[in-house]
């Protein structure tokens, strides 16, 4: 079964009465659990470690508002929203440091992700367990869930608090610098993968396996640009006993919901649309991806993001083995040309765009509807075997082993029709600076879309110089307001700032 991953609400407050007589007021409730009531069960660890699960379909993180930061402040995307302040978000444009949907949700959302999974990890060691195999792995997914978590606020924000025991409203976590949480992000996955299993049963698919926390170490060490580290993760999955991955033949296969959790994916966000609720902790609160309503074209979803047309433009550079253009084009993006492009659409949509318009294509439903809701299903591919063989070429690239680095791109390269590196590109040679200008495209080409761009950016250093955002500022004109040593990170929010005397808030703002 493809949604298999529910969720409990736990209950993390206890409530205190004080009088006079005190014992007998303090009576339980049974309608409601306590901490100390609660975690006695293998059952209760089961529950527990799929709240956090949960959180995944929250607006702050993978249900919506990431794809506004990790996509639209690219330079791959874009908002024209009528939500001005929404828009203005996506354009470097901070006013309202409080801007709930822009910043505060995700805060929220992010720390009560950790949240639940500080819970897992404090009160299931002391369950008694039949099956210790499963209680190491229940601490190993919840230790995977927090790095991951704590891996995207770092990047986010950067210098945010580390909280490793379950927190209560009074705490007043100490800050911690990008590089300290990188540090317990790097103990978390190894610590992770020694528990976690090669592989699942179909009834837990989408629970993380050592692949994915060997593929989330090597993100993390391509982040930090430390690329021998990189390299000997990524040799888990490229040729170690992890070597079970593969691209799959259809491109589209990894957009839509078919044919998910396939040998191509190495982390996916399991979305279903079973239950058509609100992002609360409601029994029927919704499992979905929300996505596909906000960037749809006009007349279709909200249009509230877009994607940029220089990527339209940019996919036409290099023609096919064939002599026509690149198949990833019809499945990345919609654009005024697309049927003349390629003919065989299998939708007549009624778009609302303009010439030069284009808008993300990847996770939409045009293969068997024309609309769009807040109920998407199309799971979301987190991290997949491309973006894997991409990062690892770059990483060799990086250590001076340009020449053993060809081979992977041209795996990627192949699947998509395209002629080998060396064949269309004959320039690059050996020369590593050479080799990685031609490796910045080849992620466009093959992850456009896919909420990878921003960290690519910050990897690079492109945004750390004004020469280099001078380069972005042609392809996107929404980072005229960007200033080095600012934008690359969010502002905390005010509120976090103002309630906690332990928080700085992030240098320029």
């Not at 009528?82 to 996506?90: F, K, R, S, V």
Request: some cysteine; proline content about 4%; charged content about 25%.
């Amino acid at each position: 079964m493809k949604k298999i991953i529910l969720y409990s609400t736990l209950l993390c407050s206890l409530l205190a009465f004080y009088s006079c007589n005190e014992e007998e007021l303090n009576i339980d409730n049974p309608n409601a659990l306590t901490v100390d009531q609660y975690w006695k069960t293998p059952n209760d660890a089961e529950l527990g470690v799929n709240s956090i699960y949960a959180m995944f379909y929250k607006d702050g993180l993978w249900s919506r508002w990431m794809y506004f930061r990790m996509d639209l402040t690219s330079d791959e995307g874009y908002s024209v929203s009528p939500w001005i302040e929404l828009a203005d978000w996506t354009r470097f444009n901070y006013v309202n440091y409080n801007f709930w949907e822009g910043n505060g949700v995700t805060w929220r959302d992010t720390y009560k992700a950790i949240f639940r999974c500080n819970q897992v990890l404090s009160n299931v060691p002391e369950i008694e367990f039949t099956d210790d195999a499963r209680k190491q792995s229940i601490l190993a997914e919840a230790k995977f869930l927090r790095a991951l978590h704590y891996f995207y606020a770092a990047e986010l924000w950067e210098n945010i608090p580390i909280i490793l025991e379950p927190s209560e409203p009074s705490d007043l976590p100490l800050q911690s610098t990008k590089e300290q949480v990188f540090a317990q992000v790097e103990t978390d996955l190894n610590e992770a993968f020694d528990a976690l299993p090669a592989s699942w049963d179909a009834n837990n698919t989408g629970r993380p396996t050592k692949g994915a926390a060997k593929a989330m170490l090597g993100k993390l060490y391509m982040q930090q640009r430390k690329w021998e580290q990189a390299k000997t993760a990524f040799d888990y999955i490229i040729s170690g006993p992890g070597a079970t991955y593969s691209l799959v033949a259809n491109y589209k296969d990894n957009f839509t919901d078919v044919n998910e959790n396939n040998a191509e994916s190495v982390f996916e966000i399991q979305f279903g649309n079973q239950r058509l609720g609100g992002t609360d902790e409601g029994a029927n609160a919704a499992v979905s991806n929300t996505r596909a309503q906000f960037f749809a074209p006009r007349g279709i979803g909200w249009s509230d993001g877009q994607a940029r047309f220089w990527l339209v433009d940019f996919f036409k550079q290099e023609p096919n083995a064939d002599g026509g253009l690149d198949e990833r084009l019809r499945h990345t993006l919609f654009y005024p040309d697309l049927q003349a492009d390629f003919g065989d659409l299998t939708y007549n949509r009624q778009w609302e765009w303009n010439d030069n318009e284009a808008w993300f294509r990847k996770g939409a439903r045009d293969y068997y509807r024309n609309n769009e809701d807040y109920y998407s299903q199309v799971n979301y591919r987190l991290i997949r075997y491309a973006d894997i063989l991409l990062m690892y070429a770059e990483a060799l690239n990086q250590l001076g082993m340009t020449t053993d680095a060809y081979q992977y791109v041209d795996i990627v390269r192949e699947r998509a029709n395209m002629q080998p590196l060396a064949t269309a590109h004959p320039e690059i040679g050996s020369n590593p600076t050479l080799f990685l200008r031609q490796l910045k495209n080849e992620r466009v080409l093959e992850l456009c879309g896919e909420s990878v761009r921003w960290l690519d950016l910050k990897r690079w250093g492109d945004l750390e110089t004004q020469a280099g955002v001078d380069e972005i500022i042609a392809r996107d004109p929404d980072f005229n307001n960007f200033v080095v040593g600012k934008s690359l990170r969010l502002p905390i929010p005010l509120s976090e700032v103002e309630n906690n005397p332990n928080l700085v808030q992030n240098p320029g703002y």
